[in-house]
Each structure stands twice: as structure tokens, then as C-alpha cells.
């Protein structure tokens, strides 16, 4: 998908372009994501009420937690659970465990909320196609070009 840059930002973009830096898509990314560059992530506390509010707040996460519920999946807010990681682990659904979410990984609550909805769609993936192998390469690969392109 293509998306439009202000004026401004392709000025930035175009004098940016000697350091190398590509601030359109730095833009998008704080757009889509929350705050630009952030290393500060937050405690396990901090997301586990995110998540709350989430449940309350998020339109696309009411929207995917009814559909599964009208799918015979219904899931709470006990299928996810926040913990924290190994550097080389983001989180994830697991039929076993349901949601795992990397509080040292998340830095906002538009990330949060994205990382709710994104494993939602894993767990409605899972609901939906019950022979939905998740160590099947070409499985995997459908199931999350779907979540990263479904919100």
C-alpha cells in the first residue's frame, strides 16, 4: 500500500535523505504505532491494565473477541498473559497458552492495543480453520500476513 507524505515531511524526507534516515516512514510508523523512537518500555502492571482498557475501548478488538465468540471461540481477558521476554521474543499466540504479551517489548498503548488485535487474529485464524498448522511454514505465513494486515 502506498501512503501520501505532507509537504513538510517529504521536505524532511528529502533533506534527511544524506543522513540516510527515511522520516516518511518514521512518521508513518509513529502514526500507526504510537511514539516515535521510544525505548522506555512499560512494567507488566502498566500492560496488564492496557489490556483492560482495551477489551473497554478498541473497536477492532470488541469487533475480533465477537467473532470468535460467534465462531465457538469465545476467549477473556484469562487467555492473555503478560510477561516478560527473552530479547529475541516478541509474543505470541499459542493453542496451548493462549496470548503471550512482552511487556519489555511494548512502549505505548496503541502498541499494546495492536499487539492485542494482532494475536487475536492468529486465535480467530486458529478458531476458524481447524486444521490450521502453525508449524506448516505456508500456514504460519497466511496466518500472519492476515495480522499484519488486517487492522
Known amino acids: 500500500p502506498t501512503h501520501s ?3 513538510a515531511a517529504a521536505e524532511s524526507s528529502e533533506q534527511a535523505s544524506a543522513s540516510g534516515i ?3 516512514k518514521l512518521d508513518y ?3 500507526k504505532y ?3 523512537g521510544s525505548h522506555v518500555t512499560l512494567s507488566r502492571d502498566e500492560v496488564s491494565a492496557m489490556v483492560d482498557k482495551v477489551f ?3 473497536p477492532p478488538v470488541q469487533y475480533l473477541l ?3 465468540k460467534q465462531g465457538g471461540c469465545a476467549v477473556g481477558r484469562t487467555f492473555f498473559h ?3 521476554c527473552a530479547d529475541d521474543v516478541g509474543g505470541g499466540f499459542s493453542t496451548d497458552y493462549g496470548v503471550i504479551l512482552c511487556h519489555n517489548k511494548l512502549s505505548t498503548y496503541k502498541e499494546v492495543e495492536l499487539a492485542v488485535a494482532h494475536e487475536l487474529i492468529h486465535a480467530y485464524d486458529f478458531c476458524r480453520a481447524r486444521d490450521l498448522d502453525l508449524t506448516n511454514c505456508h500456514h504460519h505465513a497466511c496466518t ?3 495480522a499484519c494486515n488486517c487492522y
Do not use: F, H, I, P
Open 5 to 7: 507524505m505532507s509537504t
Open 22 to 24: 527515511d522520516y516518511s
Open 29 to 31: 510508523l509513529e502514526q
Open 34 to 36: 504510537g511514539q516515535k
Open 56 to 58: 473497554q475501548d478498541s
Open 66 to 68: 465477537q467473532s470468535l
Open 82 to 84: 503478560v510477561t516478560r
Open 144 to 146: 500472519e500476513v492476515r
